[in-house]
């Protein structure tokens, strides 16, 4: 794997829960200069995940997150004549023909997202689509169990012999659900702040942050200390969002009160 010594260096030190110098967006000129065309595709690959949630926005007619790879005008043109997205997204959409319906499905897509790019990569993004999927079926059915509905139905989309699903619909007449022992963290922030889903939020934010530090296995120079570093850059951003909107929240209380 090709090491890059000179990109690695050059990245602002991150500490949470402060931006860098240097937004997602605007490191992409020194990517596109530093790293060759095949690790290229591997930065695409990260940002897939931005580009299809994107899809959701547009349909909306609400503004995109600017962390995927592609413009609002080039998301339009690339579902317009089937170019970028991988086949499943176009399948997705020919399967869905209605708006409505298609918005109701969405979770249907995230699932093949995750599945199918999870197969397709090795290292750093392999680990990070996984751990992305699983934490966030940690937190589904802890949320359907705290609200009461079928975990079943909350994972129609999921295929049922999976073994991360499998064990969460095992426990699907228990009257709580107890995740694998790696996620008993996404637990204890999930009850920690009941009550708070900005809160929540950000406290899994924090704690994806960390967790990304520890998927680098080949050093501090490798292609998978750069994406992990865009990574939880993406992650701090998504962050920050949150806190401004919780501090517009509390604002508006204020204002109220």
Same mark, same amino acid.
């Given at each position: 794997?090709?090491?890059?010594?000179?990109?690695?260096?050059?990245?602002?030190?991150?500490?949470?829960?402060?931006?860098?110098?240097?937004?997602?967006?605007?490191?992409?000129?020194?990517?596109?200069?530093?790293?060759?065309?095949?690790?290229?595709?591997?930065?695409?690959?990260?940002?897939?995940?931005?580009?299809?949630?994107? /899809?959701?926005?547009?349909?909306?007619?609400?503004? /995109?997150?600017?962390?995927?790879?592609?413009?609002?005008?080039?998301?339009?043109?690339?579902?317009?004549?089937?170019?970028?997205?991988?086949?499943?997204?176009?399948?997705?959409?020919?399967?869905?023909?209605?708006?409505?319906?298609?918005?109701?499905?969405?979770?249907?897509?995230?699932?093949?997202?995750?599945?199918?790019?999870?197969?397709?990569?090795?290292?750093?993004?392999?680990?990070?689509?996984?751990?992305?999927?699983?934490?966030?079926?940690?937190?589904?059915?802890?949320?359907?169990?705290?609200?009461?509905?079928?975990?079943?139905?909350?994972?129609?989309?999921?295929?049922?012999?999976?073994?991360?699903?499998?064990? /969460?619909?095992?426990?699907?007449?228990?009257?709580?659900?107890?995740?694998?022992?790696?996620?008993?963290?996404?637990?204890?922030?999930?009850?920690?702040?009941?009550?708070?889903?900005?809160?929540?939020?950000?406290?899994?934010?924090?704690?994806?942050?960390?967790?990304?530090?520890?998927?680098?296995?080949?050093?501090?120079?490798?292609?998978?200390?750069?994406?992990?570093?865009?990574?939880?850059?993406?992650?701090?951003?998504?962050?920050?969002?949150?806190?401004?909107?919780?501090?517009?929240?509390?604002?508006?209380?204020?204002?109220?009160?």
């Amino acid at each position: 794997m090709r090491s890059y010594y000179y990109l690695a260096a050059s990245l602002p030190p991150l500490e949470f829960p402060h931006l860098p110098s240097e937004s997602f967006v605007s490191l992409e000129e020194s990517l596109r200069t530093n790293l060759t065309q095949g690790d290229q595709k591997q930065v695409m690959a990260l940002r897939l995940f931005a580009d299809i949630l994107n /899809i959701r926005p547009l349909f909306l007619a609400e503004e /995109i997150d600017a962390k995927g790879n592609l413009s609002e005008k080039e998301l339009e043109e690339a579902l317009l004549h089937q170019l970028f997205f991988p086949s499943y997204v176009f399948s997705f959409l020919e399967k869905y023909t209605t708006l409505e319906d298609k918005l109701a499905h969405f979770p249907e897509l995230l699932t093949q997202f995750f599945v199918e790019e999870s197969e397709q990569h090795e290292g750093f993004l392999r680990k990070f689509f996984t751990f992305e999927r699983e934490w966030r079926l940690v937190l589904l059915a802890l949320r359907a169990k705290r609200l009461q509905r079928d975990v079943v139905q909350e994972l129609q989309f999921e295929d049922p012999l999976d073994p991360f699903v499998l064990q /969460i619909l095992m426990q699907k007449d228990a009257a709580d659900y107890e995740p694998p022992k790696e996620y008993q963290d996404v637990k204890e922030l999930f009850l920690l702040h009941l009550g708070d889903p900005v809160l929540q939020n950000q406290a899994l934010a924090r704690y994806r942050f960390f967790k990304v530090q520890e998927m680098w296995e080949d050093g501090a120079f490798s292609l998978d200390r750069i994406l992990g570093y865009l990574s939880q850059v993406m992650i701090l951003e998504y962050w920050n969002r949150l806190d401004s909107m919780r501090g517009k929240m509390i604002l508006d209380t204020f204002k109220t009160s």
